[in-house]
T-cell receptor
Framework: NAGVTQTPKFRVLKTGQSMTLLCAQD?????MYWYRQDPGMGLRLIHYSVGEGTTAKGEVPDGYNVSRLKKQNFLLGLESAAPSQTSVYFC???????????FGPGTRLTVL | KNEVEQSPQNLTAQEGEFITINCSYS?????LHWLQQHPGGGIVSLFMLSSGKKKHGRLIATINIQEKHSSLHITASHPRDSAVYICAVSGNTPLVFGKGTRLSVIA
């Protein structure tokens, strides 16, 4: 089993460009999450999904969109990247709010 | 929203020392999680607990629900324990994370 994987691992964008980050899991997780991690800020929730076809906003959703068309995939989109979106992005999955979360390896994104 | 505070923010220890990292939260919870992040980024769940104490190898996690406080202990610390340790809490809502404790264990 691959667990939770993220694509790509690194990316550099110019301001205004768009991109999609892919999270894939083969652990049959119902719940999936996108976080960003910035120095001194800890992990912050961007968007989450409690099942296929559902999405909801987290703590810092502005500038991001998500989709969960298939249970195993959770996509995070940046429509018009800004330097403030420079961060490390982590995807995670689990079976519920109190369940153990399994994290992907992270994507380091730089927006110039 | 739950506020999660960790202390200390940074900790340097000599190999073999007993280490304690603390976590306090402001609102009642269903579960508390301890996670580990090594340099290079991967995040791994160490413990999830809702009461009492759990032990895994040299790591021990305790929680006091009444005091809204948890501790992570590392016995006989080793340089490979050097990492950021993150506390997170959950109820019927997404996890709320502390900012982490950066631990360096020197040989």
């Amino acid at each position: 089993n691959a667990g939770v994987t993220q694509t790509p691992k690194f990316r550099v964008l110019k301001t205004g460009q768009s991109m999609t980050l892919l999270c894939a899991q083969d652990m049959n997780h119902e719940y999936m999450y996108w976080y960003r991690q910035d120095p001194g800020m800890g992990l912050r929730l961007i968007h989450y999904s409690v099942g296929e076809g559902t999405t909801a906003k987290g703590e810092v959703p502005d500038g991001y969109n998500v989709s969960r068309l298939k249970k195993q995939n959770f996509l995070l989109g940046l429509e018009s990247a800004a330097p403030s979106q420079t961060s490390v992005y982590f995807c995670a999955g689990g079976q519920g709010w109190t369940d153990t979360q399994y994290f992907g390896p992270g994507t380091r994104l730089t927006v110039l | 929203k739950n506020e999660v505070e960790q202390s200390p923010q940074n900790l340097t220890a000599q190999e073999g020392e007993f280490i304690t990292i603390n976590c306090s939260y402001s609102v009642g919870i269903s579960a508390l999680h301890w996670l580990q992040q090594h340099p290079g980024g991967g995040i791994v769940s160490l413990f999830m607990l809702s009461s009492g104490k759990k032990k895994h190898g040299r790591l021990i996690a305790t929680i006091n629900i009444q005091e809204k406080h948890s501790s992570l202990h590392i016995t006989a610390s080793h340089p490979r324990d050097s990492a950021v340790y993150i506390c997170a809490v959950s109820g019927n809502t997404p996890l709320v994370f502390g900012k982490g404790t950066r631990l360096s264990v020197i040989a």
